[in-house]
C-alpha cells in the first residue's frame, strides 16, 4: 500500500460485503458505474480494499435500492452535498422497514 493510504483502515471485499449488506457482484457493478470505489486496489494481484469510512455510503446504496430507486437516481443523489445523504437515510430507513415486514401479509380473503 502507498503512503496516502497508509492512514485508512482497509477491509476486503468479503468483510465489506457482509458489514454493508452488499453482494460481490454488486460492488463491482457499483465500481463499474463509479458510484462506490474500492479505496485501495492491491496492484499485485487486483485485490479490492474498501475503508471503514465506506460502509454507511454502501449502506445508503443499498437502501435506496430497496426503495426501487434507479442506479442512475442514486448516483444524482450521492453527488449531492452536505448532509442530504445522511438525511435520507435517516427518513426513509423506516419506509423499508415497514415495507419488509408487510411483504409477509396475507392479503387474499379467506
Do not use: W
Request: proline share 5%.
Amino acid at each position: 500500500m502507498n503512503e496516502t493510504n497508509s492512514s485508512k483502515e482497509f477491509i476486503t471485499t468479503g468483510v465489506f460485503a457482509k458489514r454493508s449488506a452488499l453482494s460481490y457482484k454488486a460492488l463491482r457493478l457499483y465500481e463499474s458505474m463509479g458510484l462506490l470505489m474500492p479505496a485501495f486496489v492491491d496492484e499485485s494481484n487486483s485485490y479490492r480494499y474498501y475503508s471503514i469510512d465506506q460502509i454507511e455510503k454502501a449502506k445508503l446504496i443499498a437502501l435506496l435500492r430497496q426503495l426501487e430507486m434507479p442506479l442512475t437516481r442514486i448516483s444524482e443523489v450521492m453527488s449531492l452535498k452536505g448532509a442530504v445523504p445522511a438525511y435520507i437515510f435517516k427518513t426513509f430507513k423506516p419506509a423499508i422497514r415497514l415495507k419488509s415486514d408487510t411483504s409477509y401479509v396475507n392479503t387474499e380473503k379467506p
